[in-house]
């Protein structure tokens, strides 16, 4: 098993390589690959200094699967050059999410769409992969009518340029700037770019990624993308309306039940989700669940997850993990 490391050197490519190894991932021989100006550079990997490599390279070596970190436009040109390749490619990127034909996946939820003719497969955006992880039981039980959800995304989801930027503004240095304010002490309802509509691209993202993983169009949701000054996770509140109703303690048995969820539900010890407890760790956090009382049939719920882990890293080290116990690689 020959699995490369696309985007090697990034944020999330580093995430990548720990998870690999902390979940034992059964790779015979990895790769690690960036751009251009990262050939030759090594990185120290489970005890030995591995040496970058370049897309041409990987691709002539031939690897089972290939992880992708490497942003959007890498992807769209390199991905189906490994596709020919026989590689399967597990995308990271928002650059394949949306084409029909390319199967989003989240493993708790979607798997079984996963077939051995699946050599592009997109991994989800971070904010929906801790979503649909926490909705997929209760649309299964209850049917979701309509999602009303606001993210607090951690400065993490930006990238290395805005954890800096927190960091120099805590410390009273002037630098970079990733963000068009300043983030520390501060928060600002702007993830991704503006569209004409008035919402950003993070917030339509949501919105359309979460109804292809559920497999439900009907659903409807609107969403608002808030940046705030942590590190530990993204955290969501989300109203759900349901088409049938609901007991609340039933709820709480099924999320405790489902696969990659933990339950911190205790108000009366100040127990619930937090981003600070999130960081580090691969489950999806749910707490705060209560009856909406202003209509029927809805819940509020709050939902915090290492959005570096479960929502990028370990969610496609989960895929490349079923696709190989199933033999579709």
Not at 202 to 222: F, M
Request: with cysteine.
């Amino acid at each position: 098993m020959k699995i490369a490391v696309v985007g090697a050197t990034g944020l999330v490519g580093n995430v990548m390589l720990q998870v690999l190894l902390e979940r034992k991932f059964p790779f015979t021989e990895i790769l690690l690959v960036a751009s251009e100006k990262s050939i030759g550079k090594k990185i120290d990997f489970n005890g030995s200094q591995l040496e970058i490599i370049g897309m041409k390279q990987a691709i002539s070596l031939k690897p089972d699967i290939a992880i992708f970190s490497a942003g959007g436009s890498t992807s769209l040109q390199w991905a189906p050059e490994f596709a020919k390749a026989g590689t399967t490619v597990i995308d990271n990127s928002s650059a394949w999410r949306m084409y029909e034909n390319i199967k989003l996946v989240v493993p708790e939820v979607n798997a079984h769409v996963l077939t051995k003719t699946d050599k592009i497969i997109a991994n989800p955006n971070c904010s929906t992969i801790q979503l649909v992880v926490a909705l997929s039981p209760l649309h299964k039980k209850y049917k979701i009518k309509r999602l009303v959800v606001s993210t607090y995304q951690s400065v993490t989801g930006t990238g290395v340029k805005a954890v800096e930027q927190l960091e120099n503004e805590r410390k009273g240095i002037a630098g970079e700037m990733a963000y068009p304010h300043p983030i520390d002490l501060n928060c600002f309802p702007h993830g991704g770019s503006f569209e004409e509509n008035g919402y950003t691209s993070e917030e339509t993202k949501l919105v359309n990624e979460t109804r292809k993983i559920i497999g439900d169009q009907s659903i409807q949701v609107t969403a608002t993308v808030v940046r705030i000054p942590v590190k530990g996770g993204h955290s969501e509140a989300i109203n759900i309306e349901f088409e049938n109703d609901f007991d609340l303690e039933e709820v709480k048995k099924l999320l405790a039940s489902s696969p990659g969820i933990t339950l911190q539900d205790d108000p009366s010890k100040n127990l619930y989700p937090m981003p600070k407890y999130s960081e580090g760790k691969d489950d999806v956090f749910v707490g705060r669940i209560r009856r909406d009382f202003s209509q029927p049939k809805s819940l509020n719920i709050w939902i915090v997850s290492d959005n570096l882990r479960k929502g990028a890293a370990t969610n496609a080290v989960q895929i490349a993990e079923y696709l190989v116990k199933n033999k579709l690689v």
